[in-house]
């Protein structure tokens, strides 16, 4: 199975800032790799595909890069609305797997 | 627009039996797979399993194969998901969401409890 690592794994930052996730595959997986956002009771949210495909209707705040076993995910001017958390998942192989997330909260 | 909306969860002792559905709308049904996706209190997400647009083709995490089955009817637009001998570690919201590669759209998600 592909592991998936995050960090950090919490961090708190403020309205308009600049907030940066990096996610690790344990082996390569190209660009096969997704962004969700998650909020407590509601349905996970795809945010980026394909690494770095920004999903039809999400702000363009929010971006992703990388690929082979390195990626990133940024949020530009962090808003309200964005403090949740986020996970990466790969899709090269099943088990499709996710990393652990990253809690994003008001600093 | 497209949405899936779960039913079906509950307390249930362990190891018992649970059957989940996910009726589906605002998409051809047929044309995509389909999958099943777990969060536990406090955790992340895991994948639970994932059917072909015809049913063909099954997948599922280690930790439920030969306890769950993964089913689909497509001229009700639903899928479903059969839970057997089930463990307290099978807690979790249960999410249907679509596609097996990209989880484009889920739903809010159904509890399921396995307590004594």
């Known amino acids: 199975d592909i592991q998936m690592t995050q960090s950090p794994s919490s961090l708190s930052a403020s309205v308009g800032d600049r907030v940066t996730i990096t996610c690790q595959a344990s082996?390569?997986?190209?660009?096969?790799l997704n962004w969700y956002q998650h909020k407590p009771g509601r349905a996970p949210n795809l945010l980026i595909y394909?690494?770095?495909k920004l999903e039809t209707g999400v702000p363009s705040r929010f971006s992703g890069t990388g690929s082979g076993t390195d990626f990133t995910f940024t949020i530009n001017g962090l808003q309200p609305e964005d403090f949740a958390t986020y996970y990466c998942?790969?899709?090269?192989?099943?088990?499709?797997?996710f990393g652990p997330g990253t809690t994003v909260d008001i600093k | 627009e497209a949405q899936t909306v779960e039913s079906g969860g509950g307390l249930v002792q362990p190891g018992g039996s649970l059957k989940l559905s996910c009726a589906a709308s605002?998409?051809?049904?047929?044309?995509?797979?389909m999958s099943w996706v777990r969060q536990a209190p406090g955790k992340g997400l895991e994948w639970v399993a994932s059917?072909?647009?015809?049913?063909?083709?099954?997948y599922y995490v280690d930790s439920v194969k030969g306890r769950f089955i993964i089913s689909r009817d497509n001229a009700r637009h639903s899928q479903y998901l059969q839970m057997t001998g089930l463990s307290v570690d099978d807690t979790a919201v249960y999410y249907c969401?679509?596609?097996?590669?990209?989880?484009?759209?889920w739903g809010q998600g159904t509890l399921v409890t396995v307590s004594s």
């Open positions: 059917i072909k647009q015809d049913g063909s083709e099954r």
């Open positions: 082996q390569d997986i190209s660009k096969l």
């Open positions: 998942q790969q899709f090269d192989s099943l088990p499709r797997t």
């Open positions: 394909d690494a770095s």
């Open positions: 605002g998409f051809i049904f047929s044309s995509f797979w």
């Open positions: 969401a679509r596609g097996v590669n990209n989880f484009r759209y």
